[in-house]
């Protein structure tokens, strides 16, 4: 009965590093951030351009990130983002894209902006990246994302 318990507890070990790193982006030695948001654009341009398909990898994304970031932010007591972790930028990168024409100077502009709000951090950015539990790691990403989404938006209108 141990042996599983250990054998699951490997597997779950080896799930949450793929997909904190996603895939392994975030070994990446310069710049995994700015590398997973523009994987994350690629992957999106191939995501249908309809509401169910769209909504769908954002939700499991959304519900992965969360939850592998509070485990983390568990197991190591900390509630920085350290640049490995890049299930967030991804995450971001998607809201970001959220109903955005499959056009590539909209996604140019979505990701230079998404990543000059992800690094820069101004404001409200800066303060909800504190949060505890893993919510600071990925809501700092999710609110640049939602930022971009709207003046994106409001250009394309």
Same mark, same amino acid.
């Given at each position: &009965?141990?042996?599983?318990?250990?054998?699951?507890?490997k597997?779950m070990?080896?799930?949450?590093n793929?997909?904190l790193? @996603?895939f392994?982006? !975030?070994?990446i030695k310069y710049?995994? !951030?700015?590398f997973a948001s523009f994987?994350?654009?690629?992957? /999106?341009? *191939?995501?249908?351009?309809?509401?169910?398909?769209?909504l769908f *990898?954002l939700? #499991?994304?959304l519900?992965l %990130?969360? /939850?592998?970031?509070?485990? /983390?932010?568990?197991k190591? $007591? $900390?509630?920085e983002d350290?640049?490995?972790?890049?299930i967030?930028?991804?995450? !971001? &990168?998607f +809201?970001s894209?959220?109903?955005?024409?499959?056009?590539?100077?909209? @996604? #140019?502009?979505s990701? =230079?902006?998404f990543?000059f709000?992800?690094i820069?951090k101004?404001?409200?950015?800066?303060?909800? $990246?504190?949060m505890? /539990? %893993?919510l %600071? =790691?990925m #809501?700092?990403?999710?609110l640049?994302g939602? +930022?971009t989404?709207?003046?994106?938006? %409001?250009?394309?209108?």
């Amino acid at each position: &009965m141990s042996f599983n318990i250990l054998s699951l507890e490997k597997i779950m070990n080896k799930l949450e590093n793929v997909i904190l790193r @996603y895939f392994f982006i !975030g070994n990446i030695k310069y710049a995994p !951030g700015s590398f997973a948001s523009f994987v994350a654009l690629i992957i /999106y341009f *191939f995501i249908p351009n309809t509401i169910f398909y769209q909504l769908f *990898f954002l939700t #499991l994304h959304l519900v992965l %990130g969360f /939850y592998f970031c509070f485990l /983390y932010s568990q197991k190591n $007591q $900390q509630n920085e983002d350290p640049g490995f972790i890049v299930i967030d930028e991804v995450v !971001g &990168m998607f +809201i970001s894209l959220l109903f955005i024409p499959k056009v590539l100077s909209a @996604y #140019l502009l979505s990701f =230079i902006l998404f990543r000059f709000f992800d690094i820069v951090k101004p404001s409200i950015i800066y303060r909800i $990246q504190n949060m505890r /539990y %893993g919510l %600071g =790691i990925m #809501l700092d990403d999710i609110l640049s994302g939602i +930022i971009t989404l709207l003046i994106v938006t %409001g250009l394309l209108l």
